[in-house]
C-alpha cells in the first residue's frame, strides 16, 4: 500500500472540501445561467414575432404588399443584432416575402403546419433558433389561417454570453481556492514543519548509530500544538541520552577491540603451538603404524612356528584326545594371531582404514569354531556353554568371517569374564530380506552380575575402571572395536541388562546367501532314523543337543534327570547311541562312570559330552567303556565325524568314483593372468570337450565374431580391453550375443554382483575357483548338456613346512591336482621379483594405475596357489587402491606384502623336490 506524506494529508484535508464545494457551486450555477439565456432569447423571439403576425396577418389579408415589406424590413432592421432573416409563407406554403434576400428562406419553409398553434413553436440547430408563428385573422366568427411567419435567430451573441458567464465562474472559483489556501498553509506552517524537522532529527539520530560524523539537529522548531511541544522536548532529551550512551559505547567498543586484539595475539600463538602438536602427532601416529606393522612381524614369527609344527603334528599318528589337544593349541593360536591382527585393526580403525572383506563361508562351521575357542574359558568356571542356531538360518553365506567371529568371540568372551555361575547361551536367527540378502540375529544372554544403568551409559565408548567386577573393568576397547566392525558390515549391535539378572548382548548383520556349499558333507546320511538316548540335566544344552539330532533325523529319547533315565532304562530297550552329557569334577568320575555302566548294556555305542580338557579324566572315561568324549558344547563336525565314525568303518574306502562322460560344450575362458586361465581350463577339462582361451578382451571378442560358443568366462580387470567393454562387445556383434557370459573377478566389493548383470553378464563368480563352482554355472546356464564330472580321491602326500603356503588349501584349489598345484605355484613363485620390482617402480613414480595393475595381477595369481595371507594382503591394498587411500596411508602394507613375498622365496629355496604324484 503507498504511504502519503503528512504535508499531502494536510493539503487534501484543507483543499479539498474547498474544491468539491466550489466545483459543485459552480457547476450549478452555470447550469441555471445557461437556461435562462436560452429562455431569453426564445422569450425576445417571441415579443418580436407575435405583434408582427398580427399586423402581417391583416396586411396580408387585405394585399397590401408595399407596407407589408416595410414593416417586415423595419422590424428586422430594428432587431438585427438577433434576427438573421424574417419570413413570411402563405398557406399553400410558398414564400411571400423575405427580409434578407441573401439569405435561402424557402429551407425554413414548415414541413409540419399541422403542429402550428396560435402560440408558434420552436426549432434549433447549432447555430440558430427558428421560431414559427401562425398567421389568422377573425373574421365572421371564425379564425381565418394565412399562412406563418418564420423567424430565423442566430446563437453567436447567446454562445458569447455563455462562455462569458462560465469564465466568470471559472474566476470565482479559483478566488474562492485561492482564499482556502491561506489557512491551509498556514496550518501546513504551524504543524508541518515541526513534525518534519523533528523526523530530520531521527533520522540523524538513526543514522548516528552507524556514523559518528553526522550532527544533530538542535534547533527547536516553533510549534503551537501543546502535544508536538511535548513531543519535541521529549526528541531533545532522547537525542542527549543516545549521543550520551553512544560515546560510552564507543570507549567500551574501543576497549573490546584492544582485548580482541591481544586475544588475537595469543590465538595466533596457541596457533602456531597447535599446528606444530598436530604435526608432531602426525608423525608419532606414523611412527606408531610403523612400530605396529613391524612388530606384528616379529610377532607373527613364533606363532606361524607353532602353528606350523602344530599342523606337521596333526599329520603323524594320534590318539583322538591327542588329536583334541593339538587341534585347540592350534585354535588357540590362531586365535592369538588374529589377536595380533586386532592391535593393526585398531590401529587402522583409528585411521579409518578399518577394511571388510566378504567371502563364502560356512555359519555353522564358524559359529562352531568360535563357541569350542570359548569353551576353555567357561570350564574353568564350571558355567554352561551354549550354542542354539535356528534350523532356518542358511549355511553358506557371504559376509567378513573373521569379523564376525572376532565380535561374537569379544561379546561372549565378556559375558563368560563377568558370569559366576549359571549359563552363556549363544542364539542365532535370521530374517531374510529377500532371496539373495539376509539379517542374522546374534544374541549372547548371561546370568552374570548385569550392568548398572551409569555404567550403560559409558558401553561402547572405551573406557579404564581398576574396578574388576565391573564390565567396564577392562579398556572397553573390544567393545568399541566391535560396535564399529557391526556398522562396517551393515549391521546393529545393542544390549538389555538388568542388575543382579544378567545380560544380553545382541548384534545384526547383513548376508548374502551363496548358491554353493562352502562346507564339508557330513557322514549324516548313516545316522538317519538311528535310535538315541540323550541323558543332559542342564536344560539349555538339553535343548540344543535335541534340535540338533532332530535335524539329523535321528529318533531321541531324553532323560533329564537320574529317575528319568532309571524308568527308561528299566523298559529294557535297547538304543543304536547313549550319549550323556554331564557336568565333570575330580570327585564326580565314578559318579559318572556308574551311569555309564547302567547305559553301556543296553545301547552299541556310548558318548560323552563333558565340561573338561583335563586329559587324566577324559582318558578314565575313555578307558572306562566310552566310545569318544567330546567338550560341551560339542562341536557340529566332530559330533558328526564320532557318531557316524563305527558305521563308516563298515563301509568300502579304496572305491574310487569313475568320471562319467564329458559333455559336448565349447568353452572360452579369458584371463591374463596365466596360473588363473591354466586352473580355470584345467578344472573345466574335466566336464566339457572344447576349451579356447584368451589373454584379453580384444581377442576374447575377435574370437566371438568367428566362434559360436555354449558359454564364456570372463575375467573384468584385464589390459588392452577390459571385461566390461568385451562383455558389451560381444553383446552388440558378434555370433554370441546371447551366449551366457560369466564374470571372474578377485574383487568382491558390496553390489559388484547387481552392477556386472547390469552391465550384461549373466552370473558373477569370485576367486578362487573350484570345481563345485564352474559344475554349478555349467548346470544352470548349460541345462540341455550332461554336466556330471566328479574327481577321483588321491592319496595325499607329505609336504615341505611353509609359513605362507596353506598345502591343504592349495590342493583344493586345484581341484586335488598335485600336479597342476605344483605348476600354478612355481609360477607364482617366478613372478615375485619382478612384481616387487615393478610395484617398488610404480610406489616412487606415483604412479597408482601402474601399481592397481601389478596389484591386482598378484592378487588374481594368489586365488588358486593356496597362500590365504598373501591373497588377503593384496586384496586389502587392491581395495585401498579403488578407494583412492593415499599411498602414504598404505606403507605399512607394503611392507608387509613384500616381507611375505620374500618370506616364500626364501622358504622355497629351502624346499625339497617335491613328491611326485599323479594329478
Known amino acids: 500500500m503507498t504511504k502519503i506524506r503528512l504535508r499531502i494529508w494536510l493539503l487534501l484535508c484543507s483543499l479539498l472540501p474547498a474544491l468539491l464545494i466550489s466545483v459543485f457551486s459552480g457547476g450549478y450555477f452555470s447550469y441555471v445561467r445557461h437556461h435562462e439565456l436560452q429562455f431569453s432569447l426564445s422569450e425576445q423571439a417571441r415579443h418580436i414575432a407575435v405583434p408582427l403576425a398580427i399586423t402581417s396577418a391583416s396586411l396580408l389579408a387585405s394585399e397590401q404588399q408595399l407596407p407589408l415589406q416595410q414593416l417586415i424590413d423595419t422590424s428586422h432592421r430594428y432587431n438585427s443584432p438577433l434576427l438573421t432573416s424574417i419570413a413570411i409563407f402563405n398557406q399553400q406554403n410558398q414564400l411571400v416575402y423575405n427580409s434578407n434576400p441573401q439569405f435561402t428562406a424557402t429551407a425554413l419553409a414548415s414541413k409540419q403546419q399541422t403542429d402550428l398553434t396560435e402560440h408558434g413553436f420552436y426549432s434549433e440547430t447549432a447555430t440558430n433558433l427558428i421560431f414559427y408563428h401562425p398567421l389568422t385573422l377573425a373574421q365572421n366568427g371564425q379564425q381565418l389561417h394565412l399562412g406563418y411567419l418564420v423567424l430565423d435567430l442566430h446563437k453567436d451573441t447567446l454562445h458569447l454570453r455563455q462562455q462569458s458567464s462560465a469564465l466568470e465562474m471559472i474566476l470565482i472559483l479559483i478566488s474562492c481556492l485561492l482564499l482556502s489556501c491561506a489557512p491551509a498553509f498556514y496550518i501546513l506552517q504551524r504543524l508541518y514543519r515541526p513534525v518534519r524537522l523533528m523526523n530530520i532529527q531521527l533520522k540523524q539520530l538513526i543514522n548516528h548509530d552507524h556514523t559518528n560524523n553526522i550532527p544533530l539537529v538542535t534547533r527547536k522548531p516553533k510549534a503551537t500544538a501543546k502535544e508536538l511541544i511535548e513531543m519535541q522536548q521529549g526528541l531533545n532529551k532522547l537525542s542527549a541520552q543516545i549521543v550520551s550512551q553512544e560515546h560510552e559505547m564507543q570507549q567500551q567498543i574501543d576497549q573490546a577491540n584492544s582485548d580482541l586484539q591481544q586475544t588475537l595475539e595469543q590465538l595466533e600463538v596457541h596457533n602456531v603451538q597447535l599446528d606444530f602438536a598436530r604435526r608432531k602427532a602426525l608423525e608419532e601416529n606414523r611412527q606408531k603404524s610403523e612400530f605396529l606393522a613391524k612388530m606384528s612381524h616379529e610377532l607373527r614369527t613364533p606363532l606361524n612356528g607353532v602353528i606350523g609344527f602344530t599342523r606337521q603334528v596333526l599329520k603323524t599318528k594320534l590318539t583322538s584326545n591327542q588329536h583334541d589337544y593339538l587341534t585347540t593349541i592350534q585354535k588357540s593360536a590362531n586365535s592369538l594371531l588374529h589377536l595380533v591382527n586386532d592391535v593393526l585393526d585398531f590401529s587402522k580403525l583409528e585411521e579409518g582404514r578399518l577394511s571388510i572383506n566378504p567371502e563364502p563361508f560356512s555359519l555353522r562351521d564358524m559359529l562352531n569354531d568360535a563357541t569350542e575357542l570359548l569353551a576353555a574359558n567357561a570350564f574353568d568356571k564350571y558355567l554352561e556353554l551354549v550354542l542354539m542356531i535356528d534350523p532356518e538360518c542358511p549355511d553358506d553365506i557371504i559376509a567378513d568371517p573373521k569379523r564376525f567371529s572376532q565380535v561374537l568371540m569379544n561379546i561372549a568372551g565378556n559375558a563368560i569374564k563377568f558370569t559366576d555361575h549359571g549359563s552363556i547361551v549363544i542364539r542365532v536367527s535370521c530374517n531374510s530380506l529377500n ?102 540335566p542342564q536344560q539349555h544344552s538339553r535343548e540344543a543337543m535335541l534340535q540338533l539330532l532332530q535335524s539329523w533325523y535321528l529318533n531321541v529319547t531324553i ?86 565314525h563305527p558305521y563308516l568303518q563298515h563301509q568300502a574306502s579304496s572305491d574310487e568314483i569313475l568320471l562319467p562322460k564329458k559333455a559336448q560344450l565349447k568353452v572360452l575362458t579369458v584371463d591374463d593372468n596365466e596360473a588363473n586361465l591354466k586352473l580355470i581350463n584345467t578344472l573345466l577339462a574335466e566336464q566339457v570337450e572344447h576349451i579356447e582361451s584368451a589373454f584379453d578382451g580384444a581377442e576374447a571378442w575377435h574370437k566371438a565374431t568367428q566362434h559360436v560358443y555354449d558359454i564364456i568366462f570372463l575375467d573384468i580387470n584385464m589390459p588392452i580391453m577390459d571385461g566390461i567393454n568385451a562383455c558389451q562387445r560381444i553383446r552388440q556383434s558378434s555370433l554370441n550375443e546371447h551366449t551366457p557370459i560369466i564374470a571372474v573377478t578377485a574383487h568382491t566389493a558390496d553390489g559388484e554382483r547387481e552392477r556386472l548383470m547390469m552391465l550384461g553378464f549373466d552370473e558373477f563368480l569370485s576367486k578362487p575357483l573350484d570345481e563345485k563352482m564352474l559344475q554349478c554355472i555349467l548346470q544352470e546356464f548349460c541345462q540341455h ?79 588358486y596357489t593356496g597362500v590365504p595371507r598373501l591373497k588377503q594382503l593384496a586384496e586389502i591394498i587392491e581395495t585401498s587402491l579403488k578407494q583412492q587411500v593415499p599411498l602414504q596411508t598404505l606403507e605399512p602394507e607394503f611392507f608387509e606384502l613384500d616381507d611375505l613375498l620374500q618370506t616364500l622365496l626364501q622358504e622355497q629355496q629351502q624346499w625339497p623336490e617335491w613328491p611326485d604324484v599323479e594329478g
Request: proline letters at 3%; one cysteine or more; charged letters at 15%.
Open 435 to 536: 532371496d539373495d540378502q539376509i539379517i542374522l540375529h546374534c544374541s549372547v544372554q548371561d546370568t552374570g552380575r548385569g550392568i548398572s544403568s551409569e555404567q550403560q551409559q559409558q558401553l561402547f565408548h572405551g573406557f579404564g575402571s581398576s574396578d574388576p567386577s565391573s564390565h567396564q573393568s577392562g579398556s572397553g576397547l573390544g567393545l568399541m572395536i566391535s560396535q564399529r566392525l557391526v556398522e562396517a558390515m551393515g549391521g546393529k549391535i545393542g544390549f538389555e541388562s538388568t542388575q543382579a539378572e544378567g545380560s544380553t548382548f545382541w548384534f545384526t548383520l547383513k548376508c548374502k546367501r551363496h548358491q554353493l556349499t562352502v562346507a564339508e558333507n557330513l557322514p549324516i546320511a548313516v545316522l538317519e532314523q538311528k535310535t538315541v538316548l540323550y541323558f543332559e
Open 559 to 644: 532323560c533329564s534327570t537320574l529317575s528319568q533315565l532309571q524308568h527308561t532304562l528299566a523298559q529294557q530297550q535297547h538304543y543304536d547311541i547313549a550319549i550323556i552329557g554331564k557336568t565333570v569334577a575330580i570327585n564326580q568320575v565314578n559318579h559318572i562312570i556308574s551311569v555309564m555302566q547302567k547305559i553301556k548294556p543296553q545301547t552299541d555305542y556310548l558318548y560323552l559330552l563333558v565340561n573338561t580338557l583335563s586329559p587324566s579324566i577324559r582318558e578314565t572315561l575313555l578307558n572306562s567303556g566310552a566310545d569318544a568324549c567330546l567338550s560341551k558344547p560339542a562341536h557340529l563336525t566332530k559330533l558328526a565325524m564320532a557318531l557316524a
Open 785 to 863: 548338456k550332461q554336466i556330471t564330472a566328479t574327481a577321483a580321491i588321491n592319496p595325499t602326500p607329505a609336504w615341505p613346512e611353509s609359513k605362507i603356503v596353506d598345502w591343504a588349501l592349495a590342493l583344493q584349489q586345484a581341484n586335488g591336482k598335485v600336479n597342476l598345484m605344483q605348476d600354478m605355484l612355481a609360477m607364482l613363485i617366478s613372478s615375485i621379483e619382478p612384481t616387487q620390482l615393478a610395484i617398488q617402480q610404480a610406489i616412487k613414480q606415483h604412479d597408482r594405475a601402474a601399481l592397481l595393475q601389478h596389484i591386482h595381477k598378484l592378487h588374481g595369481g594368489c586365488c
